[in-house]
């Protein structure tokens, strides 16, 4: 992992003596005047006298993860390239870094160097001789520079979008009223009602000619990051755009273009008599949404998901037609972006299932049907349980146990998450109650927090008054929250967590690469503990890319003077990088299996008596 906070600079000229002098004004600034030190640590300086020795330490630094924010590059580096040729060499390697030319001579004007180094926003120029306060003031701007562009790289690849649908203006005048009953206002296309219509049309003739209909759910991947990153305004052009060049394909075969809403269109094909052809007319869609649009000066590309379903191969009525390529583009997205989906009696078979969890889940509190597993999590330097971590378990009396990760989006698209995670606060209090009753020692207890039930306006008011209700202390409860709700929406998170604290509750950030939050904002957010993901665990000890990201989690919580503990600890290699790393909270099958609520008893009871 790169760091954002870099200071790595690389002076780069063929005279020993004005590389000596350069370090040491960029060394002296700091020992001169604390207040311009920058964000972080002092510059950290490498040399070069020829070209293909900077070459190669910007290929290792690189390598190592710690590339140079900025060079200093002298225009003549004899022998071998001049440094013209060195930066176009070092921008081959690494587009980032920001570069200064130093130049005591006019063979390169301005145009010229602009013409041959193209970068014009990553290079500036120095006329020697030049002042030591021109040296420290580019150092200090270009190695921000390059930080502010790191963060906000770190940004914009990791954000993942979250798509809403936008409420439009409704206009008064009549002739706008009758053209939103049949059609988009935004693009133009035929609406939903409209689209319905057309395609109990398309099966009448598809039936009377005994041929096929193809649905086509099209759905334009991240399109919420377009709208964060250049506005609704150009969020709109785009889709009409999209629209436009949709509506091109109308022809004979293909009889409707329509906007589903948001960010979700579909294509009606008829006329055609083999399954094949819709695959390959699905490429071809792909193909032309992924060409590149050009908008307000801006060049935008997206990529598509499309769902796929025919008639009456897959479906016998519109409303079917119209609902399994719907559910095909959900497959398509979750196989990834750019991808199409054609819908199969396996995709019925998975639609029914889904159904029918759906309708048990929404019985299975009142039939008993949920429980806990419990993780003990260890001091390492004591041996000696601290916590108990829980995860719900749901034994389906038909299916068995069902893996959370089918269950979970069900009960939070259905609301059922709700009164599940209202459930499982409950039973912690109630579990908390029962180990005292039992002599045991308190032991607190960590809950993992849904999202959805986090983000409930009453949430805290909920928690509160089911403690209350219970007699339980709040003290011994620990509120697992994730990055997710954090980067929802901040400003009431952090309230809602000052609010627990003040309470009495523990709070602990579960999996800190969700959140995208800066240093800054992690000082004030009032959590006590931040746990490893059990994602970073695995294959520590081959991927040197986790053993970096857990060391850096590491620092940063000692740093702050927050616990980590790590998950899914499987291996004694683990352990001992855990130990190696003053990581000493932890959980996993390397300490404990996780326990059914008897074994778990039979446990701490037996640790209670040490």
């Known amino acids: 992992m790169i760091k954002i906070t870099n200071n790595r600079i690389l002076l780069i000229d063929d005279e020993i003596n004005i590389l000596k002098s350069l370090k040491r004004v960029l060394e002296a600034v700091f020992d001169l005047d604390e207040t311009l030190k920058p964000t972080g640590s002092r510059f950290i300086i490498d040399t070069a006298s020829q070209s293909n020795e900077a070459i190669k330490l910007v290929h290792e ?6 590339p140079y924010a900025l060079a200093f590059v002298d225009i003549h580096i004899p022998p071998g390239l001049d440094g013209i040729k060195t930066i176009q060499r070092i921008w081959e390697i690494d587009p980032d870094i920001q570069i200064v030319i130093c130049t005591g001579s006019s063979e390169y004007s301005w145009n010229t160097m602009r013409s041959e180094l193209k ?76 689209l319905v219509d057309r395609v109990h049309q398309a099966l009448v003739t598809a039936k009377n000619n005994k041929s096929l209909v193809g649905c086509y759910f099209i759905d334009i991947n991240n399109f919420q990051l377009i709208n964060d990153s250049y506005g609704f305004q150009i969020g709109d052009v785009l889709l009409k755009s999209i629209g436009n060049r949709l509506s091109k394909l109308i022809n004979l075969q293909v009889t409707t273009i329509a906007r589903w809403g948001g960010n979700v269109f579909v294509v009606i094909l008829t006329g055609k008599d083999t399954q094949d052809f819709f ?31 025919i008639y009456p191969l897959y479906a016998n009525e519109a409303y079917a037609l119209l609902k399994n390529a719907n559910t095909s583009l ?41 429980a806990f597993m419990y993780y003990p999590v260890f001091d390492l330097i004591t041996n000696k349980i601290l916590c108990i971590e829980t995860s719900l378990v749901w034994d389906h009396p038909g299916r068995g146990v069902i893996p959370s990760k089918f269950y979970i989006p069900i009960a939070e698209e259905t609301g059922i998450i709700i009164s599940i995670e209202e459930w499982m606060l409950r039973r912690v209090c109630k579990q908390i109650n029962f180990w005292i009753q039992k002599g045991l020692k308190p032991y607190r207890m960590s809950i993992r927090i849904n999202d959805k039930f986090f983000m409930k306006n009453d949430f805290v008011e909920v928690v509160e008054r089911i403690t209350k209700e219970l007699s339980t202390d709040s003290n011994l409860i620990e509120l697992e929250i994730s990055g997710h709700s954090l980067m929802n929406n901040e400003v009431d998170a952090l309230k809602k967590m000052i ?75 683990q352990l001992n990088f855990l130990r190696q790393n003053a990581s000493d909270k932890v959980r996993g099958y390397a300490l404990q299996k996780p326990l059914d609520e008897e074994s778990c008893l039979n446990v701490l009871s037996k640790h209670n008596l040490k």
């Open 330 to 370: 959900n497959i398509a997205k979750k196989h990834g972006h750019n991808n199409h989906q054609m819908f199969s009696n396996e995709f019925y078979k998975t639609a029914l299932k889904r159904a029918d969890i759906e309708n048990r889940l929404s019985h299975a509190i009142d039939n008993n049907e949920f």
């Open 61 to 66: 630094s690189l390598k190592s993860f710690q």
């Open 499 to 573: 609010e627990l604290r003040n309470l009495g509750f523990h709070i602990a950030l579960n999996d800190l690469s969700t959140w995208y939050a800066s240093l800054n904002n992690m000082t004030h957010i009032p959590f006590e503990k931040i746990k490893i993901n059990r994602n970073f665990m695995q294959g520590l000890e081959e991927r040197n890319d986790h053993a970096i990201i857990v060391k850096t989690i590491i620092t940063i919580a000692k740093n702050l003077n927050l616990e980590v503990i790590a998950e899914g600890i499987e291996t004694c290699g």
């Open 279 to 309: 695959e390959k007319f699905a490429t071809q869609l792909l193909q032309t949404i992924n060409q590149p649009y050009e908008i307000d000066n801006k060049t935008i590309s997206i990529t598509a998901s499309i769902g796929i379903c």
């Open 119 to 194: 970068y014009s926003n990553n290079f500036l120029i120095l006329k020697k001789p030049f002042e030591t306060i021109e040296i420290q003031q580019l150092a200090f701007a270009l190695t921000k520079k390059w930080q502010l562009n790191q963060q906000n790289r770190v940004y914009i690849d990791n954000l993942e979008s979250i798509l809403k649908t936008r409420s439009k203006e409704l206009k008064e005048t009549e002739h706008l009223l009758l053209l939103k009953t049949t059609h988009d206002l935004l693009t133009g296309l035929p609406n939903q009602a409209l």
